[in-house]
């Protein structure tokens, strides 16, 4: 990728610092940091995901549902740079995954990755010290050396204040309060992919469009992304303006 931009990046910093000032809703948070994250760099998509109270990562947000369904098969097979990355604790860089698929790197993902229209890939820890509780993934639709020696210390400050996000709370600096707090995200992330495709269907609208709007419709009206999200499939018409296709 070419040079950060300095404003771009300042515009993304007081954006993660305003949410975590406000009400703290994790999945909305997540979101938010997948979506600036990938437009930071100008990639092709970012993934996120985070270890729950047994350790294993689970996916969490995206920026469409292609990288969703990517991030979910790095996952089932156990293979990755989310995983290595987490495992690791360290950065994976600038890895042109048809070279992966030809060196066996990854025999499973790289090709798979490939085949979804992704060229390079790269992932960040979400670390703090010595813990780390998940990982950030960037998907690249060019081969891999997009990322400069610059780049690379930016967007992992970038996953660090993330993981300062998910912290930042008094309640949830006790590791026991963390997990619950983790998994109650696991858990409503159900009800959000059911939302997905139930507006995407009354709408006729493709699911990352339905997810856009129950997102735009959480914001405008003050509401939590949950709450909405269990509207849309148990009262849609209590939401008028998501009731009418």
């Known amino acids: 990728m070419s040079g950060v931009s300095a404003e771009r990046l300042a515009s993304i910093f007081v954006e993660v610092a305003d949410t975590l000032v406000d009400e703290f809703d994790l999945l909305e948070f997540l979101h938010m940091l997948t979506d600036r994250a990938r437009s ?3 990639a092709a ?10 350790g294993r990562l689970e996916f969490m947000a ?6 969703r369904l990517i991030e979910l098969f790095q996952l089932q097979n ?3 740079p989310c995983l290595e990355a987490y495992r690791t604790g360290q950065p994976v860089i600038n890895i042109d995954l048809a070279a992966a698929a030809a060196a066996g790197r990854w025999p499973r993902f790289a090709p798979r990755a490939s ?7 790269h992932a960040f820890p979400l670390r703090l010290r010595s813990q780390v509780i998940g990982a950030l993934n960037i998907f690249g639709s060019t081969s891999g050396g997009d990322f400069g020696a610059a780049d690379v210390p930016i967007m992992q400050a ?11 709370e008094r309640a949830i600096r006790r590791s026991e309060a963390l997990t619950e707090q983790l998994q109650g995200a696991l858990n409503s992330r159900i009800i959000i992919e059911q939302a997905k495709g139930a507006l995407a269907q009354v709408h006729n609208v493709s699911v990352d469009e339905a997810f856009r709007r129950i997102r735009a419709y959480a914001r405008n009206h003050n509401r939590r992304l949950t709450e909405v999200a269990a509207l849309v499939v148990s009262d849609l018409a209590s939401l008028p303006g998501l009731a009418q296709p």
Do not use: K, P, Y
């Open 40 to 42: 930071l760099v100008d």
């Open 45 to 54: 998509a970012a993934g996120l995901m985070l270890a729950d109270e047994r």
């Open 62 to 67: 995206g920026s469409d549902e292609n990288v």
């Open 78 to 80: 156990d293979q990755g």
């Open 115 to 121: 085949t979804a229209g992704f060229r390079s890939v």
């Open 158 to 168: 970038l996953a660090d204040v993330a993981t300062i996000g998910l912290m930042q």
